[in-house]
């Protein structure tokens, strides 16, 4: 059950951009996933972008807020809150998240949720079309170890989500309410008690998710996990599925994970999406941070139209197209569903006229 379609995608809905697309016309970004911390109050032991050194940096708050309005008349219609660091170590996080929604676009945050205690929650949840608490354990022994933080923290977390469900119902907020844990051999025991809490406490869903290893990850103690003895949970976690929970365990992506398999060769998704980093650097993929050649410009220095339409990420989107061998990206990389469905439609198989 996955009514978000988190194991798909969702460019489907986006039929005039992909014909734009297709038709050769330059297109702007429907999603943006911004980081607007650069630190972490946790050092969890699977950390894709560690990499980033955690550095001490926030973006800045009000040029972004200007391009925010530059970023909605463009034709960017999402924004996800979450990237190297934690959203809620930038002390204006609520003032963002607020312009964000009240210029038009809709938003989002994937948190650890340590930060989102009440004062916050009051504020945010107005604003948020969904909030994700990344929480990779049921105990707080366990969250300790994984998460590599104090215990003390998987106490707040459950009691933040829970005031969180409180004030959602109190004040009829439509923000979606969810958790999810990256599938590993420390919490695998404790994955079912975990749904079980998210639906007592009256979350909308809980995501199991497969660890995926970062090209330029530091961590590699997971890199040859394999999740074929894993895929048992799926059934024991679907008779906890009821109206108004569920959980979407991505047996879909765990055997992308396991298989290793593309149906496209280069990269075409770069078009409809983009990172932004807690310095204000636009990439245009999230696997390639650091790399010169995928950083496009910084929002604090350029308009972001200056920026999209650059020669520099013109002959980016030609060679990606063209001559980026995606063997070497990221398996279950953001844009691979995407990716699986562009490549189709750019080199259709042969009868397709008979539906």
Not at 115 to 137: P, Q
Not at 165 to 181: D, E, N, P, S, Y
Request: glycine share 4%.
């Amino acid at each position: 059950m996955d009514k978000y379609k988190i194991d798909s995608h969702k460019l489907i809905y986006h039929v005039q951009r992909v014909s734009d697309w297709l038709n050769g016309q330059n297109v702007y970004p429907i999603y943006l996933e911004i980081s607007p911390s650069g630190s972490c109050n946790h050092r969890c032991i699977y950390c894709a972008l560690d990499f980033m050194e955690y550095k001490p940096r926030f973006l800045e708050t009000s040029i972004f807020k200007e391009r925010l309005f530059e970023m909605v008349s463009l034709g960017v219609k999402s924004i996800m809150y979450a990237g190297e660091g934690e959203p809620f170590l930038h002390k204006d996080m609520a003032d963002i998240i607020a312009s964000t929604k009240s210029c038009g676009i809709d938003v989002a945050v994937t948190s650890n949720g340590v930060l989102l205690n009440r004062e916050v929650a009051e504020c945010v949840l107005v604003n948020c079309t969904w909030v994700k608490i990344s929480i990779n354990a049921a105990t707080k022994e366990t969250y300790a170890k994984v998460h590599r933080t104090k215990s003390a923290d998987f106490e707040k977390v459950m009691e933040n989500m829970s005031y969180a469900v409180k004030i959602r119902k109190a004040k009829k907020h439509k923000c979606t309410l969810g958790m999810q844990i990256v599938l590993l051999p420390e919490n695998y025991s404790e994955v079912t008690l975990l749904a079980r809490k998210a639906k007592d406490m009256g979350l909308d869903y809980l995501v199991v998710k497969p660890y995926s290893q970062h090209p330029l990850s530091k961590t590699t103690r997971y890199k040859n996990i394999k999740y074929a003895n894993y895929l048992d949970l799926a059934q024991k976690l679907e008779k906890l599925n009821y109206y108004g929970f569920h959980v979407v365990f991505r047996i879909q992506t765990m055997k992308k994970w396991d298989e290793a398999k593309r149906n496209y060769k280069h990269c075409l998704a770069l078009p409809f999406w983009a990172y932004i980093d807690s310095g204000g650097d636009v990439w245009a993929c999230s696997i390639y941070l650091t790399k010169e050649r995928f950083r496009l410009g910084n929002i604090c220095r350029n308009k972001f139209q200056e920026i999209w339409e650059c020669q520099k990420r013109i002959k980016l989107l030609s060679w990606a197209e063209e001559k980026l061998d995606t063997e070497q990206c990221r398996i279950n990389c953001r844009m691979d569903e995407i990716n699986r469905y562009l490549w189709d439609l750019k080199y259709p198989p042969e009868h397709v006229n008979f539906i």
